[in-house]
């Protein structure tokens, strides 16, 4: 009857794996229902590994002296909901960069239809304005631009560390005093600062604009930043 030979296609959706055979259909004509079906079991154990699996087989019609037949295995639903990918955006005292920054990065997973899958928040390394709205300053650009916030700022704590998939700081003193919170190396291969995700061509730092009051240059560089920082999650995740 030939041997099963499974031939090269183009890659199936990222949830499926496909499996393609072409074999011979030797057999006579008032058989071949009866062949047909035995041919189709064939494939399917020559392909099916594993129990766990949900198997479709697809059988197109006979087409001269071969026909073909396709299995698609989908990968097994599992029962518990995919864990949320959490962000944290960390600047000094939580009102003015960070804040911006949870706004911002917000508004561009809702418009990617993420917000089912990616959490976001901000936090600052000190406790001066704790329970305090974000600087009125941030609030206007914000509003200048379309993004709604209404969070409170609050100081990162220990455990922010453990939680959070990837801690994204806003300048290096932000990024030094993380580290020398982590006593415990919960921040490796998740802490980073936000203009690394930037084009190339912008600075390192996100400045503090509470005393300079540049606030729409600070939105220019999280926004670019931001999105950058999107891509590598998505791109990452898989999402």
């Known amino acids: 009857m030939g041997q099963l030979k499974p031939v090269q296609v183009a890659a199936p959706p990222p949830d499926e794996i496909g499996s393609y055979l072409l074999l011979p259909l030797a057999v006579q004509r008032h058989s071949t229902s009866r062949r047909f079906?035995?041919?189709?079991?064939?494939?399917?154990?020559?392909?099916?590994?594993?129990p766990a699996s949900r198997t479709r087989l697809l059988l197109f019609r006979v087409t001269g002296y071969s026909f073909r037949i396709t299995v698609w295995h989908t990968r097994p639903t599992s029962s518990h909901p995919t864990p949320m990918i959490k962000v944290l955006f960390v600047c000094l005292g939580n009102i003015c960069r960070s804040p911006m920054a949870e706004a911002v990065f917000q508004n561009l997973v809702s418009e990617a239809g993420l917000a089912g899958q990616i959490e976001v928040d901000s936090a600052g390394m000190a406790d001066w304005h704790s329970g305090e709205a974000a600087d009125r300053r941030t609030l206007a650009v914000l509003r200048q631009h379309n993004i709604p916030y209404d969070g409170r700022s609050r100081q990162v704590r220990?455990?922010?560390?453990q939680r959070f998939d990837y801690v994204i700081a806003m300048d290096r003193e932000n990024l030094a005093d993380l580290r020398r919170l982590d006593h415990s190396g919960a921040l490796e291969g998740k802490l980073h600062r936000l203009l690394d995700f930037a084009p190339a061509g912008y600075p390192q730092d996100v400045p503090d604009p509470y005393y300079d009051g540049r606030f729409e240059y600070v939105y220019e560089l999280v926004d670019a930043a931001s999105r950058g920082l999107l891509d590598h999650i998505r791109q990452e995740r898989r999402l």
């Not at 079906?37 to 594993?50: E, G, I, Q």
């Not at 220990?158 to 560390?161: F, G, Q, T």
């Open 37 to 50: 079906c035995a041919l189709a079991r064939l494939a399917l154990n020559s392909v099916t590994r594993n």
């Open 158 to 161: 220990p455990a922010d560390l």
